[in-house]
């Protein structure tokens, strides 16, 4: 085992934790635009659990008051708009529901960094912030660009497409949450196949192999 490995095995402990045996958490959020550190807010947010082949009866779905204006370009996205937020609970409101859905479960989302930055900008100082760090993450965008390097995208329609997944609702936090569920399930089926993964650990080490993941993520932060 290189000392790269011997690093990630030691600082995150998850190598007793097989895929078979995940409890895993497909999250997505919708937002008023894409840069959280130049006030853009959640407005949406929802996540499943599953396993590693089949969705639970187990969903978050949430509107937020983002407590500001929502762009007319930004609601030609996603379709919310600020009628549809009146009234909801603010993000802070919904930190204890949503800390406890997410649990200790592997945290999954389609260009994940996304998602966590945005909760993590707006939940500074909350317990939700040790649940981010503590969990593992799969960034299925980064999966699809270790297993099949040479399409041509790996946005989540595209992707979507190349494999048969049928498209729900895009755009919306529930529509994406259960097609990244579905495009992961593929994806996890794969990994067994071509890299022989057994643990979230050897699921989550790699996607670092993704050598173009900046590219990937920069594709995909352009239309989340």
Request: hydrophobic share 35%.
């Amino acid at each position: 085992m290189n000392i790269i490995k011997q690093f990630f095995f030691k600082e995150f402990k998850f190598t007793n934790r097989t895929i078979d045996q995940e409890t895993f958490v497909v999250m997505d959020t919708e937002t008023t635009g894409l840069n959280s550190h130049l006030q853009d807010k959640i407005l949406s947010l929802a996540a499943i659990k599953t396993n590693y082949k089949e969705i639970k009866n187990e969903i978050y779905d949430q509107l937020i008051d983002p407590q500001r204006s929502i762009p007319e370009t930004s609601t030609k996205i996603h379709g919310i708009t600020e009628k549809d937020v009146k009234g909801k609970p603010i993000l802070k409101e919904v930190e204890k529901n949503l800390t406890s859905f997410l649990s200790s479960h592997t945290l999954v989302g389609h260009n994940i960094a996304f998602d966590l930055t945005f909760l993590k900008d707006g939940l500074k100082g909350t317990p939700i912030i040790k649940t981010i760090k503590q969990n593992p993450v799969l960034d299925t965008l980064l999966l699809s660009g270790v297993l099949y390097p040479n399409l041509e995208s790996h946005e989540l329609s595209f992707l979507c497409k190349q494999f048969n997944i049928e498209e729900q609702n895009r755009h919306t936090a529930i529509g994406d949450v259960m097609m990244t569920a579905k495009l992961m399930f593929k994806l996890i089926e794969d990994a067994r196949k071509i890299k022989g993964v057994k643990t979230i650990c050897d699921l989550i080490y790699i996607t670092r192999q993704a050598k173009h993941y900046r590219q990937l993520q920069k594709e995909s932060f352009e239309i989340h």
